[in-house]
């Protein structure tokens, strides 16, 4: 079946450092979403790309979508402590379930 | 606008005791999903609804059934609870279609099974 990997599991920084973790899909993707859990908190939606080769931005977080619709990237620039929390990629196949990656913990040490 | 709401938020059961946990959304969606979620092991998909009446499985169906009578709830049913049941379980909706299909979570339910 469908299959969403993301790497690292984990990743410790240093406030200021850059961080950035990855989804790979074992299918094409419709499309991917990104979402952000903070400690003790539910899934929050951050953004969705759409197109081959998409790249978005928000303020220090930027998105990008593989030619392929296979994989996609999340980059934080320059951590701050609010930025601690596990990120979350999810794919749609084609068809109607959302699934998640496993999922990128990440702590900021200030 | 209350948007996703799971009841119940906390609830203990003893191995073999059933449960239904509540899923309700205002914001007529289509799809809803129910997750359950184990340290490091991300969200995983139990079953998931596409419209009102239907209802497919996910990545781990078993030990649990889902209806969803009306389109504005999915309930999730655990006939005979055990304790790898043990998780915090959240009920998500989402539109259909292939763009603006982000989907809302609830507060998440903490179960245990002793």
Not at chain 1, 30 to 51: C, M, T
Not at chain 1, 95 to 108: D, Q, S
Not at chain 2, 32 to 48: A, E, F, S
């Amino acid at each position: 079946g469908q299959q969403v990997m993301q790497i690292p599991q984990y990743q410790h920084v240093q406030e200021g450092e850059d961080f950035t973790t990855y989804c790979n899909s074992s299918t094409t993707l419709s499309n991917i979403q990104w979402y952000k859990q903070r400690p003790g908190g539910h899934p929050v939606f951050l953004i969705q790309l759409v197109k081959s080769g998409e790249v978005k931005k928000q303020k220090r977080l930027t998105f990008q979508f593989g030619e392929a619709k296979k994989n996609s990237s999340l980059h934080i620039t320059a951590t701050q402590t609010t930025d601690v929390g596990t990120y979350f990629c999810a794919g749609p196949p084609r068809g109607n379930k959302l699934v998640f990656g496993a999922g990128t913990i990440l702590r900021v040490k200030s | 606008n209350a948007g996703v709401t799971q009841t119940p938020k906390f609830r203990v059961l003893k191995t073999g005791q059933s449960m239904t946990l509540l899923c309700a959304q205002d914001m007529n969606h289509e799809y809803m999903y129910w997750y359950r979620q184990d340290p490091g092991m991300g969200l995983r998909l139990i079953h998931y609804s596409v419209g009102e009446g239907t209802t497919a499985k996910g990545e781990v169906p078993d030990g649990y059934n889902v209806s969803r009578l009306k389109k504005q709830n999915f309930l999730l049913g655990l006939e005979s609870a055990a304790p790898s049941q043990t998780s915090v379980y959240f009920c998500a909706s989402s539109h259909l279609g292939t763009k603006n299909t982000e989907a809302f979570f609830g507060q998440g339910t903490r179960l245990t099974v002793v």
